[in-house]
């Protein structure tokens, strides 16, 4: 399904500065029609956690099939009085010619992988730059945080409640997108089940309790309104003395098909344990207990290590926000240049040892194991190697050549789809259900080590040999110089 929730604004100037005044630079120097190739990576999993995961291409295919530049953003430019003349003319005629490849959302992927790849001239393959990052970084991070609480939860139903919280419209909406890549069940948000397909959940808040006489006739109206969702928020007084004996009593008048309750404040442990204890006293075992109010993946955890009785969850601020750790860091870097029909490969190198690039015009693979199905390892290669096909493969930690596996009776997947193809958009994105299912289904691909939330197996990523060689090459050239 296509992603109708859009800003009223034309988005192409969503960009830093930069980009236009590198491209304009670009062609005042003769080098309009150079090719160039750049990789998106990141190089730290959020939280400490052992994978991140895909998410955010729909929306950036959007909107680079939209990508124009208006009469009103060539007047801006312009204005700027910086620009020249013949950019400004190429700004107005600008049609996409880049080849583009990009793991597919719901995808585990691990730090240094180039996750999309983008080749074509480089005017326009650095101005696409923002715009990448922007989209992926965002919904990249919503969906990590988002698996780390799903998975907490144990099988109990997450839903996301944070779009009062985010940090404005759209961040509510592809956050909430992203949580449902995830694992989470839907989204407080409406406007995400009508233009995302994402179902949206709720019943009541306090106020509705508090428009009422008492707490009993507020929950005997919503229940007749309401019937096959009466989920009754018991916290507006008190818990046990009033809240769940009255929502006991309404069960049991109305004796509603569905019926759970809400706590969304005060000790989870020993309220919930108390309310399932007089709801089954009551013979309503089959009543559900939701609770809401702050949480995340650790405070879940650890709720239910203490035997607290939940059957979901109401997940905001901390989920929609990642307050943890609220930056993915994606980055966005070039690694090739066209010369003479061949892709010269092109480095960064820094004295911090992590913000050196991995060179080349690269593809990447990721190896598993025919007997478990389990992901062994990831391969980045140079993009003219042969995939690795024969059995017997050897993998390598990159910053310790010597440490050597080999890998036997696997097969190899390519995880880069082809988006663009000379600007023309080749992919179709899969509906955010199927991206759902999918994701489940490659989590459940990793081994339980990596799943961890503390010192999670470090999962291998590696440089075929041949692009560790090219690399361990250009470093010494540049150290020489």
């Not at 489940?440 to 339980?448: E, F, K, M, V």
Request: with cysteine; charged share 25%; net charge negative.
């Amino acid at each position: 399904m296509s992603d109708k929730f859009k800003d009223e604004i034309n988005m192409t100037l969503m960009t830093d500065f930069y980009e236009l005044t590198m491209a304009n630079g670009y062609l005042e120097s003769g080098m309009k029609d150079d090719i160039a190739c750049f990789d998106m990576f990141f190089r730290n999993i959020p939280d400490g956690g052992g994978f991140a995961i895909m998410a955010g291409l729909e929306q950036m295919i959007e909107y680079l099939k939209e990508l124009r530049f208006t009469d009103k953003d060539i007047a801006f430019l312009r204005g700027k009085g910086i620009f020249s003349e013949k950019f400004l003319e190429y700004l107005k005629e600008f049609k996409l010619e880049c080849d583009i490849y990009a793991v597919p959302e719901g995808t585990p992927i691990f730090p240094y992988e180039p996750i999309v790849t983008v080749k074509g001239p480089v005017m326009q393959a650095q101005f696409l730059e923002t715009l990448i990052l922007l989209m992926i970084n965002h919904q990249s991070l919503i969906a990590t945080k988002a698996s780390r609480i799903v998975r907490a939860a144990d099988g109990r139903a997450v839903m996301e409640f944070g779009t009062r919280r985010a940090h404005g419209t759209s961040a509510a909406a592809y956050g909430a997108r992203a949580a449902y890549i995830a694992g989470c069940v839907g989204t407080a948000c409406a406007v995400v089940d009508r233009d995302m397909g994402v179902p949206a959940l709720g019943t009541m808040a306090h106020s509705w309790i508090q428009m009422f006489d008492n707490e009993y006739e507020a929950f005997k109206r919503y229940g007749e309104i309401y019937p096959s969702n009466c989920v009754l928020l018991v916290d507006t007084y008190n818990v046990l003395k009033s809240g769940i004996p009255n929502a006991i009593k309404v069960f049991k008048e109305l004796n509603p098909p569905k019926k759970g309750i809400r706590i969304d404040s005060g000790d989870i442990t020993y309220l919930t344990k108390q309310a399932r204890k007089m709801l089954d006293d009551a013979g309503l075992t089959d009543c559900q207990i939701c609770i809401s109010n702050s949480l995340d993946e650790y405070l879940i955890r650890e709720v239910l290590r203490e035997g607290a009785c939940i059957d979901s969850f109401g997940v905001g601020e901390r989920l929609i926000t990642a307050k943890s750790e609220p930056v993915f860091g994606g980055v966005y870097k070039l690694s090739a240049l066209k010369k003479d029909g061949k892709m010269i490969p092109k480095i960064k190198i820094s004295e911090n040892v992590a913000k050196i690039t991995n060179p080349g015009y690269k593809k990447l693979y990721r190896f598993y194991d025919n007997e478990t199905g389990k992901a062994l390892a990831d391969v980045i290669a140079l993009a003219d190697e042969p995939m690795p096909k024969a059995d017997g493969y050897e993998i390598f930690d990159p910053n310790a050549v010597w440490k050597r596996k080999k890998l036997t009776n696997y097969r190899v997947e390519e995880l880069q789809k082809q988006i663009f193809e000379h600007g023309k958009c080749v992919y179709e994105s899969p509906s955010v259900n199927e991206i759902r299912e999918y994701c489940a289904q490659q989590i459940d691909n990793l081994w339980p080590e990596i799943l961890r939330f503390e010192n999670p197996q470090e999962y291998y990523v590696d440089l075929s040999e041949e692009l560790w060689n090219v690399k361990n090459n250009l470093l010494r050239e540049h150290s020489a110089e």
